[in-house]
């Protein structure tokens, strides 16, 4: 963060989809499946996460970040927190504010809290969203509306506060099927106009918003269960997406896109993949 802040910027984030210039991560150091906190794990459990394949694809995807010119700042892994790769849950950044969440799933709690004090010394400005769980997986920012799912990990009175803290924002609470863990893991905004969609996920209501709004490339459920929503906008029409979700690449070239592949199947069996592991703290408005 301080490499930031010496180059005379500041924080900034608007949508999903503006160049990214830099990101927090954090290193599957500790990475494991310790209990199932979700259906991918469930799947996973048995044959669990083999670490030194996950932290050698995280470091590839790391180097692919910076090769587009993303500055890549790391998080210190604690070993008490096994899920600590997926930075994107534990806060967003909205305007020039990290907002920081309150995390829902005891195997989580207390990442926010190692967040919030490596945030402190790096003299930023934070706002601690306690009392009601809401995790960042379920936020999803597209200018002055922001989507935020009601989750196992998100609560309405959570999204009602939300709206209280953001007056000149339209918060749009988004129900959908829990067992999808996050918002991102079943919609995700490409562009101003182009999103990722899991019909399956979504009430008819929920669904035809989006599709009136955005148009969207439908994911399969074979492809959302290797999470082809998650993927993460590097702007310039810039994408990285798994290599197995071979429709959802295909879409996506079919509209001009970039499609930067990278595998990191490893991870992914705990429930996340690259929107769930990047926390962007600065994109350059288009």
Same mark, same amino acid.
């Given at each position: 963060?301080?490499?930031?802040?010496?180059? $005379?910027? +500041?924080?900034? =984030?608007?949508?999903?989809?503006?160049?990214? @210039?830099?990101? *927090?991560?954090?290193?599957?150091?500790?990475?494991k499946i310790h209990e199932v906190i979700n259906e991918t794990q469930k799947h996973f459990i048995e044959e669990n996460i083999n670490r030194d394949v996950a932290i050698a694809q995280h470091q590839q995807f790391?180097?692919?970040?910076?090769?587009?010119?993303?500055?890549?700042?790391?998080?210190?892994?604690?070993?008490?927190?096994?899920?600590?790769?997926?930075?994107?849950?534990?806060?967003?950044?909205?305007?020039?504010?990290?907002?920081?969440?309150?995390?829902?799933?005891?195997?989580?709690?207390?990442?926010?809290?190692?967040?919030?004090?490596?945030?402190?010394?790096?003299?930023?400005?934070?706002?601690?969203?306690?009392?009601?769980?809401?995790?960042?997986?379920?936020?999803?920012?597209? $200018?002055? +509306?922001?989507? =935020?799912?009601?989750?196992?990990?998100?609560? @309405?009175?959570? *999204?009602?506060?939300?709206?209280?803290?953001?007056?000149?924002?339209?918060?749009?609470?988004?129900?959908?099927?829990?067992?999808?863990?996050?918002?991102?893991?079943?919609?995700?905004?490409?562009?101003?106009?182009?999103?990722?969609?899991?019909?399956?996920?979504?009430?008819?209501?929920?669904?035809?918003?989006?599709?009136?709004?955005?148009?969207?490339?439908?994911?399969?459920?074979?492809?959302?269960?290797?999470?082809?929503?998650?993927?993460?906008?590097?702007?310039?029409?810039?994408?990285?997406?798994?290599?197995?979700?071979?429709?959802?690449?295909?879409?996506?070239?079919?509209?001009?896109?970039?499609?930067?592949?990278?595998?990191?199947?490893?991870?992914?069996?705990?429930?996340?993949?690259?929107?769930?592991?990047?926390?962007?703290?600065?994109?350059?408005?288009?």
């Amino acid at each position: 963060m301080s490499l930031l802040l010496k180059r $005379g910027k +500041t924080m900034t =984030v608007h949508n999903e989809y503006d160049p990214l @210039k830099s990101v *927090i991560v954090c290193p599957p150091l500790f990475m494991k499946i310790h209990e199932v906190i979700n259906e991918t794990q469930k799947h996973f459990i048995e044959e669990n996460i083999n670490r030194d394949v996950a932290i050698a694809q995280h470091q590839q995807f790391v180097q692919k970040m910076e090769e587009h010119g993303v500055e890549v700042i790391s998080l210190p892994a604690v070993r008490n927190f096994p899920e600590q790769v997926f930075t994107r849950d534990i806060g967003f950044t909205l305007g020039s504010t990290i907002f920081i969440s309150e995390m829902e799933s005891e195997i989580r709690r207390g990442e926010e809290q190692v967040f919030k004090s490596w945030l402190e010394k790096q003299q930023v400005k934070l706002y601690d969203l306690k009392g009601q769980p809401i995790e960042g997986g379920d936020v999803i920012i597209d $200018g002055r +509306t922001i989507y =935020v799912g009601i989750s196992n990990r998100t609560t @309405k009175e959570a *999204i009602d506060n939300l709206q209280t803290v953001l007056p000149d924002y339209e918060v749009i609470p988004v129900p959908f099927t829990e067992k999808y863990l996050h918002l991102d893991c079943v919609f995700n905004i490409l562009s101003p106009s182009e999103a990722l969609i899991f019909p399956g996920a979504l009430e008819r209501k929920e669904y035809k918003m989006f599709t009136s709004r955005f148009d969207c490339i439908e994911v399969t459920e074979e492809e959302q269960f290797t999470l082809g929503t998650n993927v993460l906008s590097i702007g310039d029409k810039k994408v990285f997406s798994l290599p197995v979700n071979k429709n959802v690449n295909s879409e996506l070239r079919k509209r001009g896109y970039e499609v930067i592949e990278v595998d990191i199947s490893e991870i992914i069996k705990s429930g996340g993949s690259f929107r769930c592991c990047t926390l962007p703290i600065l994109r350059d408005e288009a």
